[in-house]
């Protein structure tokens, strides 16, 4: 299949949590590891999170450093890469602030019924099926490929990251650990439960490991035989 590099960063707590219980987003991070985060967006072609990320933390998805954004600018490319949302049943909230005009327009990748529920207006987001009810994401990354995405970075959520896991579509993984466990009060997960072919037969290799504070950052990447 023609796909792009996929890349699955997260940043988790020790017991693998993206967030707590409370209202207010839990930062599981630190500037430094921000500013990471920024150097690999300003690396790619695309950023692509779940509708449940959109709906709960509201993200831009653009690079924030002006050096990066004039960087790619001067190298023929757009300020920021294209965005992209992948949302089964098409309900986003057409005032969130991943369609505000900024940048090439968003991609909603949803299916066929999502397609004719989703109340982003024409030109502020491209709505394109790929699937009945939910998204075959081969098709929506061989759709990608086709516009010349080589590079995709998935930021999340949990829901995801299962989906681009468990169909083996992953190549690289960034994990971002803070120094602490939430146990009771954790929400959503790096992972749900699913069949991964990332098992103890098949393991991802690491690549990296490094200290960023008091953040452990760890680097996997598919290992040769299971291209």
């Known amino acids: ?9 997260a940043a988790m707590s020790i017991d693998g949590f993206l967030d707590d219980d409370a209202e207010e987003r839990l930062a599981l991070s630190n500037a430094a590891d921000f ?11 695309a950023i692509a999170v779940g509708a449940g990320t959109v709906r709960a933390d509201d993200p831009r998805l653009l690079v924030r450093s002006a050096e990066r954004r004039a960087a790619r600018v001067a190298a023929g490319r757009s300020a920021s890469p294209l965005r992209v949302v992948f949302s089964p049943s098409g309900r986003l909230d057409p005032a969130a602030q991943l369609f505000d005009g900024e940048g090439p327009v968003p991609i909603v990748y949803t299916g ?9 207006e024409a030109g502020r987001a491209e709505v394109v099926p790929v699937g009945e009810d939910g998204v075959d994401l081969p ?14 970075l998935v930021e999340g959520g949990g829901v995801v990251h299962t989906a681009f896991l468990s169909a083996d579509l992953v190549d690289e993984v960034h994990l971002a650990v803070a120094p602490f466990l939430l146990g009771e009060r954790g929400g959503a997960r790096f992972v749900r439960p699913a069949a991964f072919p990332q098992s103890p037969r098949r393991p991802l290799r690491l690549v ?7 953040i452990a950052l760890m680097t996997y990447r598919r290992s040769s035989d299971s291209s």
């Open 139 to 152: 098709r929506a990354l061989s759709d990608l490929a086709g516009r010349g995405v080589e590079r995709l």
């Open 35 to 45: 500013d990471r985060v920024d150097a690999v967006r300003a690396g790619v072609d």
């Open 208 to 214: 990296e490991t490094r200290a960023i504070g008091q």
């Open 1 to 9: 299949m023609n796909r792009p590099y996929v890349i699955v960063s």
């Open 112 to 120: 066929e019924a999502g397609a004719r529920a989703c109340p982003v």
